[in-house]
């Protein structure tokens, strides 16, 4: 594939290596089958390429238990071990091709009133709309998941530019205030949002969730319903971390 091309993968199967890749392939009626493809070399007496092995598997059922491992029951976004599992793979390719990556630690303000008012099925019914709005506004490579009750990390990865991310940080913002419909009545809450950026903000997972969470914290300890990016936190005592255009809404309670 052009993918194997562009990743070397010829230069690999000179060497000897034995090469596998998954795809997915559209069947006439539309149903979805994922593949995977391995390609091992055989070598002539000079350890020269001579011919190649290629054995295609259909693991369809396979991919579709992974997928319930890492899913979320409730909202059907993706769970924490899926955040371990990838996020490796996309700091690795934010790497080599010298681009940016924005976490967000998102936590809802609010949303142990909703519960206590209109019961915990209110806020299941909170948290799966409020899922699918941030999936709408996300793209394919991006990565939304529930890690907490009311906790939600996005990663926007492949990003070109620190105001791609403002820009992103700011819809998801407003999505939160929109109100959504319940038994009971119509219901909406404040969002904080603590955004960390490969690599200025860390180079690993583990750095990058802790300093999205500390700034998310500032968030919240600075009047909720807004965002805090982490190199706007200071430890000098008495100084306000936020910049005034990255404010959003009036504190709430």
């Not at 890749?21 to 149903?31: F, I, K, T």
């Not at 369809?60 to 976004?77: C, F, H, I, N, R």
């Amino acid at each position: 594939s052009e993918e194997m091309l562009r990743d070397g993968f010829w230069h690999k199967l000179q060497k000897g290596e034995t090469l596998q890749q998954e795809y997915r392939q559209v069947r006439p009626n539309g149903e979805i089958d994922d593949r995977e493809i391995r390609i091992a070399p055989i070598l002539d007496e000079q350890a020269f390429l001579s011919n190649l092995v290629c054995i295609e598997e259909d693991i369809s059922d396979q991919k579709a238990l992974e997928d319930k491992v890492y899913l979320d029951p409730l909202t059907g976004l993706y769970n924490r071990a899926f955040l371990e599992k990838s996020c490796g793979g996309l700091l690795s390719s934010a790497r080599r091709y010298k681009r940016l990556i924005g976490l967000f630690f998102l936590d809802l303000d609010g949303f142990k009133g909703i519960n206590d008012c209109y019961g915990h099925a209110a806020g299941d019914t909170l948290l799966i709309s409020l899922s699918r709005r941030f999936e709408g506004i996300l793209r394919g490579g991006d990565i939304a998941a529930r890690v907490g009750g009311d906790e939600f990390v996005i990663v926007l990865n492949n990003v070109r530019s620190e105001s791609e991310i403002n820009h992103v940080a700011h819809r998801l913002l407003a999505l939160s205030g929109e109100q959504v419909r319940v038994d009971g009545g119509q219901v909406q809450v404040g969002m904080s949002v603590g955004v960390a950026i490969y690599p200025t903000d860390g180079d690993t997972r583990e750095t990058l969730l802790q300093h999205a969470d500390r700034a998310m914290y500032q968030a919240k300890q600075s009047g909720k319903n807004r965002i805090v990016f982490f190199h706007q936190i200071s430890d000098a005592p008495g100084e306000d971390p936020l910049l005034p255009e990255l404010s959003s809404g009036s504190p709430q309670g």
